[in-house]
């Protein structure tokens, strides 16, 4: 079962159908094997993905929406891994999240979009609340969330609770090739990167467990197949 409220979901969804459909008719499956009906509603795009000789394949995605800062659409929240688990499936590994260091927190319409780190090689860099540096940015993403989230924690933070990124001295040429998309992003709401400091915070970006299966997808359900992030 696949739920999205996103406007592309349902092309999404067919688009996965006829690939996989094509797979199996590649590899001799009889017609009718795999099928797919969706269903749009007021909340989105459901889709019900049925393997004849298999049942059901879930693909949900994880649960980084349960956390209060995630760059996941608004319906990854588990949904899928609870659904398996009221089914009896075991799972595993829930404890490991991925956090992305530099997701927007302000303003609101972008809260949840990161920014890329390579910024960092590029003349960014990180400040708390006070303007001061408190780091050096060249580092694995996990060190700089686990960075960011201290200063967060000791109250050193801008006014919408994070902490300021600062990329005024990225050079131009860029801004204008690889930078672009961030740039033009942040100026639709009359913010420009170039010339002032955006506020960030670190959010969850992949949830690295989830449904327990084996080597082919299987849970220990018979039926019941996990793909993806689930």
Known sequence: ???SPHPNAKNCILETFQIISRAAAAAGAPAGLVQCITVPSQEGTSALLKHRDIGVILATGGFGRMFPE????????GDGIAMA???GAALTD???IQFEPSAAVWPPQLS????????FYEGAVLRGGDGQRFMDERVGKDVQAKAIATQIQKGNTTPHGGVWFD??????????TIYKPYLNRYLAYGIDMR????EIAPAAHTTCGGVKIDENCRTDVPGLIACGEV
């Open 195 to 198: 010339k002032e400091p955006v």
């Open 70 to 77: 995630s760059t996941n659409s608004p319906d990854i929240g």
């Open 167 to 176: 990329a005024t001295k990225v050079p131009d040429a860029l801004w204008e």
């Open 112 to 119: 949840g979009k990161s920014i890329i780190t390579t910024m």
């Open 85 to 87: 688990y009221e089914a």
């Open 94 to 96: 829930l404890e490991f």
């Open 1 to 3: 079962i696949i739920l």
